[in-house]
């Protein structure tokens, strides 16, 4: 695994962070925790995007940031466990490995030399 999709990973947990703060935010500092957070993913995301495919490395950070969040609400947070939808994040997590693994590495645009 290459730096770029390390970045990608990094950010998909990040995500999991900045969106149950953006629910369970309820003072300034939580708030500001919430909004480092997001600028940290996006960060972290446009790096990796600038050297990999675009389109697979937004669905695999979505993908992450779903599955993440929605684990995270029914451990963390007493939300109702139900069968289907962790059989659907389970499909979506299929679809994500997918996409990384039919994914070339060398396909995205190349590290420019500095001269």
């Not at 389109?55 to 969040?69: N, P």
């Not at 947070?77 to 939808?85: A, H, M």
């Not at 979506?92 to 590495?105: Q, S, Y």
Request: with cysteine; proline share 2%.
């Amino acid at each position: 695994m290459n730096r770029n999709w390390i970045y990608v990973l990094l950010s998909g947990l990040v995500e999991i962070v900045w969106v149950i703060g953006l629910k369970h935010s309820s003072n300034v500092w939580e708030w500001l925790g919430t909004l480092l957070a997001i600028c940290a993913s996006f960060y972290l995301i446009i790096e990796a995007a600038k050297r990999l495919p675009v389109g697979t490395v937004y669905a695999v950070f979505t993908g992450i940031g779903t599955a993440g969040t929605v684990a995270a609400e029914m451990l963390l947070f007493g939300e109702p466990f139900k069968l289907v939808k962790v059989l659907l994040i389970g499909v979506l997590l299929a679809g994500v490995i997918g996409l990384k693994l039919v994914t070339d590495d060398s396909s995205g645009q190349q590290d420019k030399e500095v001269t």
